[in-house]
Antibody, heavy 123, light 108 residues
Framework: QVQLVQSGAEVKKPGASVKVYCKASGYSFTSHDINWVRQAPGQGLEWMGWMNPNRGNTGYAQKFQGRVTITRNTSISTAYMELSSLRSDDTAVYYC????????????????WGQGTLVTVSS | DIQMTQSPSSLSASVGDRVTITCRASQSITSCLNWFQQKPGKAPKLLIYAASRLQSGVPSRFSGSGSGRDFTLTISSLQPEDFATYYCQQSYSTPVYSFGQGTKLEIK
């Protein structure tokens, strides 16, 4: 069965960086894009960026350009999201999600999600 | 960027009620609209994709409709487990995505 398992909670100081991993299993890791979405406490879902694990190309929401980097290690089917220059308002749960393309309908959807990783930024 | 606006932001309803949540896109997104359900402390769960297609395993009391800019999610008869927050998401500008701000469905 498809699973995305994320790394554990992190506590960071302002100005530091955090790197969260997302380990995929149950499918071909290089066949589907991985996206990262975050959710601040009590707030909605915010899309951060995507990566094609096969080619390694990426794209980021304008809000995070220059601060976020998504990478992967295909040998262990793992995607990484690194966020730098952390601020208190980066405190959030960070999710990875698989982007699935339904060939029959021609539509994309986030069909599997990781369990989420809480990143707390505090001095 | 495509902006997604949901209404209402919150909604109180009773078990057995029929409930409708609306999502509007800032431009036409054809039928590239997904709906998610999220319960506290859990990851979002895909309910509906391509505006009206039910994801496998999702109860048939959930349905979606719309195209262009305006979309609705309907729950035909609310069950206790349906009280959650619902989000729409556009996939028109893939691989760039955006979500609505969410609709919290609470028990009356």
């Amino acid at each position: 069965q498809v699973q995305l398992v994320q790394s554990g909670a992190e506590v960071k100081k302002p100005g530091a960086s955090v790197k969260v991993y997302c380990k995929a299993s149950g499918y071909s890791f290089t066949s589907h894009d991985i996206n990262w979405v975050r959710q601040a406490p009590g707030q909605g879902l915010e899309w951060m960026g995507w990566m094609n694990p096969n080619r390694g190309n990426t794209g980021y929401a304008q809000k995070f350009q220059g601060r976020v980097t998504i990478t992967r290690n295909t040998s262990i089917s793992t995607a990484y999201m690194e966020l730098s220059s952390l601020r208190s308002d980066d405190t959030a749960v960070y999710y990875c999600a698989r982007d699935y393309f339904d060939i029959l309908t021609g539509y994309f959807m986030f069909d599997y999600w990781g369990q989420g990783t809480l990143v707390t930024v505090s001095s | 960027d495509i902006q997604m606006t949901q209404s209402p932001s919150s909604l109180s309803a009773s078990v057995g009620d029929r409930v409708t949540i609306t999502c509007r896109a800032s431009q036409s997104i054809t039928s590239c609209l997904n709906w998610f359900q999220q319960k506290p402390g859990k990851a979002p769960k895909l309910l509906i994709y391509a505006a009206s297609r039910l994801q496998s395993g999702v109860p048939s009391r959930f349905s979606g409709s719309g195209s262009g800019r305006d979309f609705t999610l309907t729950i035909s008869s609310l069950q206790p487990e349906d009280f959650a927050t619902y989000y729409c998401q556009q996939s028109y500008s893939t691989p760039v995505y955006s979500f609505g701000q969410g609709t919290k469905l609470e028990i009356k």
